[in-house]
């Protein structure tokens, strides 16, 4: 993955990676936020994460999610999920917008009913105190009557190595250093203490080789779990040298520069991602064409987007339409 960039955003951004790289590490994040008891052998099929707020003044603003994505095993659901460096008092209305916004984009009007249907959300806190709530609301009150619905939170911090290898958390893994966060200064000037935060990480790097040799994950998601560590290192530990170079000393470095792995793992990832672009872009436009169109038959609905009609029919069974 060449040098490590830091971004305005970078947690946002090792966060996405995760997701989009080795989606199968948020089947486990699901389970233990909102109860879920996935296999693991779930499909996961993102949603665009670009929507466009409308404004007062008539203006749009776009605005982005971390990741809204819908799960298709027994039955389908739609999840979203934020992730978020510290305790915001704005965090509930951007929810709410995104909820909404994403409700929106797969409404169906019948009847002069229009039916939206809200995802499952949630957020994970990087950091937290004892204000940090478990959980939050959203109380919307209509003139038909008032209902709420409860947000829950996860905080990385509270989970021990143990838990996170024991519950399969190792989407947690790259902020789990943000658990020693307060006692950076101590580290930096107590070569004893640095010893033991670099005997951690001993112990992850240990657990996830464990787990690729048992094949249940893949090189590739041990390396890059790796490699998102230390990027998330980099920018917590930015003045923090000993920190720094100390962790990545066990974790190693660029993890991924050799050569003929990464020439082939681009290869494969970009032909990758350029059908998962395409597959969602097919899905929004006959997605599309099916909602403005109700009365269309597949056939039409193929015609009018340029595709076979098992894929329509493929697309309309995932939204239950």
Do not use: W
Request: proline share 2%; aromatic share 10%; glycine share 6%.
């Amino acid at each position: 993955m060449g040098e490590v960039k830091l971004t305005s955003t970078p947690y946002d951004d090792v966060f996405r990676t995760l997701l989009n790289d080795c989606s199968g590490l948020i089947i486990p994040v699901l389970n233990e936020v909102f109860h879920e008891h996935y296999s693991g052998e779930e499909e996961i099929v993102f949603s665009v994460n670009e929507h466009f707020m409308n404004r007062q003044d008539g203006n749009e603003e776009e605005r982005i999610t971390d990741t809204s994505f819908r799960i298709l095993g027994r039955e389908s659901k739609k999840y979203h999920l934020e992730c978020q460096s510290s305790t915001d008092d704005s965090m509930l209305v951007r929810i709410f917008e995104y909820d909404t916004q994403i409700a929106l984009d797969e409404g169906m009007i019948k009847d002069s009913i229009l039916t939206v249907t809200f995802p499952h959300s949630a957020v994970l806190f990087l950091r937290c105190n004892v204000s940090t709530p478990d959980k939050m609301k959203i109380k919307m009150v209509t003139p038909g009557g008032s209902l709420v619905y409860e947000i829950p939170v996860m905080k990385s911090q509270q989970y021990t190595i143990e838990e996170i290898f024991q519950k399969k958390l190792l989407f947690l893994i790259p902020f789990y250093i943000f658990s020693h966060e307060k006692r950076f200064e101590e580290y930096e000037q107590d070569a004893k203490k640095l010893e033991l935060l670099k005997q951690e990480y001993e112990q992850i790097k240990d657990e996830l080789e464990k787990l690729q040799n048992l094949g249940e994950i893949s090189e590739y998601s041990r390396c890059t779990i790796i490699d998102m560590s230390n990027r998330v290192l980099e920018h917590i530990a930015k003045k923090y040298d000993s920190v720094r170079e100390g962790v990545k000393s066990v974790m190693g470095g660029k993890v991924l520069e050799y050569e003929a792995k990464t020439i082939r793992n681009e290869g494969r990832a970009e032909g990758r991602a350029e059908g998962r672009a395409e597959g969602r872009f097919l899905t929004v436009k006959i997605f599309r064409e099916a909602k403005r169109n109700p009365d269309f038959t597949i056939e039409q609905i193929a015609g009018e987007v340029g595709c076979n009609a098992q894929e329509v029919a493929d697309t309309l069974k995932m939204f239950d339409m």
